[in-house]
């Protein structure tokens, strides 16, 4: 079913909008975490990692959701199709891994914001605030990888795109 121009357009909208913020955000975050693990400033490192809590929380996770929602809202009512090209494939699978490992690291961040509430010396939980840091580098490469992807809309169908193609092109007077 095709979605009729004008709400194509407003998905569309939301859908880059709520894509590209969420890469701002992560990048924020990434920015926190690595302010966090250089700082020599207790204080200043704690309040960090709560900040960095809330961002993924209020910020990060609906960003995301919204993105792979309207997404696939995109992918079903416009001709691309969600199975048909590659690239919206890959950008589908891209958002799923992103917004699992996600939601899988929300209990991480949390963990290391409520540590850093009860008081966090440069050393404790080192291994886990650097993790944070990694992680949000590898959400900015797949972020990245699905922007790219969006723009320049590799060719290429799936064994299913290419099917539908033929049966279209068969049915035609």
Sequence with gaps: MM???ALRKFTLV???????SS???VACFLALGLVGL??????TARSLYVAMDAVARLVIVPLVLASLLTGLIQALGT?????RHYWVLAKLLLTVLTTVVLLLQLDLIGYVAAAA??????????????????????????????????IYKPRGLTR?????QQSQLANRP
Aim: hydrophobic share 50%; aromatic share 6%.
């Design 38 to 43: 250089g700082s020599a400033d207790a204080p």
């Design 160 to 164: 299913y795109g290419w099917r539908k």
């Design 117 to 150: 509430t009860k008081g966090l010396a440069e050393s404790d939980l080192l291994g886990l605030r650097s993790s944070l840091a990694v992680h949000a580098v590898g959400g900015i490469v797949v972020l990245i990888t699905a922007t790219v992807l969006s």
């Design 79 to 83: 001709v691309w199709g969600l199975f």
């Design 23 to 25: 890469l701002g955000a």
């Design 3 to 5: 979605m009729p121009p």
């Design 14 to 20: 939301v859908h880059v909008i709520s894509s590209v």
